[in-house]
């Protein structure tokens, strides 16, 4: 285990899937690893994503395009990816219960490098409003993170890993049918920036373009 994989593999938790289909083409069972992003991630799917699949896999998988969905997906169904996956525990169809692996989350290291892949591909950045009174305009004046996951035993874990970071969160909150967890406080965002390290560009220019939030 490595930086690199434990980011892919928080990449994975955020928004990938290892899927077992039957193929009729040729009448057998195939096994894939799909991670699935809006349009804006296609600059991190190639400079972030694929270049971690190329160093440790010698694969660069293929990337399509769901212009109807706005989507990008990329898809490998290299064995050694699955075995990768399969041997971590990671989930074969329904993703239930994430959690980051052992080894991944007792070494801090590759567990902010895993944070960092959920981040990339399923956390947010926002800018909140305050008003004075009923009617008074908004006035954005504060940056939030936002993990929002299915799963609050990961959210706990990612919770765990950041205040042992010296990075205060809130409380995790059931919303619908996912947990969420933030980072309210402001120099808390900018020290998750700072360590986290975020990879995906829609997340680092959304922090430092402030007009993006008005």
């Known amino acids: 285990m490595n930086e ?33 992003g809006h349009k804006h991630d296609e600059e991190y799917y190639k400079n972030a994503i694929i270049p971690i699949f190329k160093r440790e896999f010698s694969t660069s998988g293929y990337l399509r ?21 399969r041997f971590c525990g990671f989930p074969v169809g329904k993703k239930e219960e994430l959690c980051m692996p052992q ?22 950045i926002y800018r909140r409003y305050s008003k ?8 954005y004046t504060h940056q939030v993170i936002q993990f929002k996951i299915n799963s609050s035993r990961l959210l706990e874990q990612i919770k765990c890993v950041l205040e042992s970071n010296g990075i205060i969160t809130t409380r995790i909150t059931p919303e619908k049918d ?37």
């Open 65 to 85: 395009h769901r212009t109807e969905r706005n989507a990008i997906i990329f898809v490998t169904s290299k064995k050694s990816v699955i075995h990768f996956f």
């Open 103 to 124: 080894e991944i989350e007792s070494k801090n290291p590759l567990a902010l490098a895993c944070i960092r892949g959920i981040f990339d591909t399923d956390g947010s």
């Open 178 to 214: 996912s947990f969420v967890l933030r980072i309210t406080r402001q120099d808390g965002v900018h020290r998750f920036m700072l360590l986290i390290r975020p990879n995906n560009p829609y997340h680092t220019e959304r922090y430092l373009n402030t007009p993006r939030f008005f």
């Open 132 to 139: 004075k009174y009923k009617g008074h305009s908004r006035i």
């Open 4 to 36: 690199g994989l434990a980011e892919l593999y928080g990449a994975m938790l955020g928004d990938g899937c290892v899927s077992e289909y039957y193929a009729n083409c040729d009448s057998r069972t195939r096994v894939c690893a799909v991670l699935t």
